[in-house]
């Protein structure tokens, strides 16, 4: 399975930006899918996470209201719409998967997930 992120960029504070989590080589509806993100000299950190039917989704505190997270099971694709965004949502975000074979809950642990994408930067200025 592999996971491509892309969609990161600059934006200017108050902007918006869509991420996009390309999907191959797995049943992707059977995967659940997170977003994390890791900021300069900091550890990686959740930002949000969705089931595998896309009908559960979780966020972190400082992300509810401003990010929306989704899932097209049909294209294989996993996105993360970003709006209102602060200079401390700058890091590189990296798109996560895991198979589940029952479970439809969203999942918040990094321990939860075995594949990554390479990540995309997001640099928010002032």
């Known amino acids: 399975v592999q996971l491509q992120a892309s969609g990161g960029g600059l934006v200017q504070a108050g902007g918006s930006l869509r991420l996009s989590c390309a999907a191959s080589?797995?049943?992707?509806?059977?995967?659940?899918m997170a977003w994390f993100r890791q900021a300069p000299g900091k550890e990686r950190e959740f930002v949000a996470a969705?089931?595998?039917?896309?009908?559960?989704?979780t966020y972190e505190d400082s992300v509810k209201g401003r990010f929306t997270i989704s899932k097209d099971n049909a294209k294989e694709m996993m996105y993360l719409q970003m709006n209102s965004l602060l200079p401390e949502d700058t890091a590189v975000y990296f798109c996560?998967?895991?198979?589940?074979?029952?479970?439809?809950?969203?999942?918040?642990?990094?321990?939860?997930?075995?594949?990554w994408g390479q990540g995309t930067l997001v640099t928010v200025s002032s």
């Open positions: 996560a998967g895991d198979r589940v074979l029952a479970s439809d809950s969203a999942a918040k642990s990094p321990s939860q997930y075995i594949y």
């Open positions: 080589g797995g049943t992707f509806t059977r995967f659940r």
């Open positions: 969705i089931s595998r039917s896309g009908g559960t989704t």
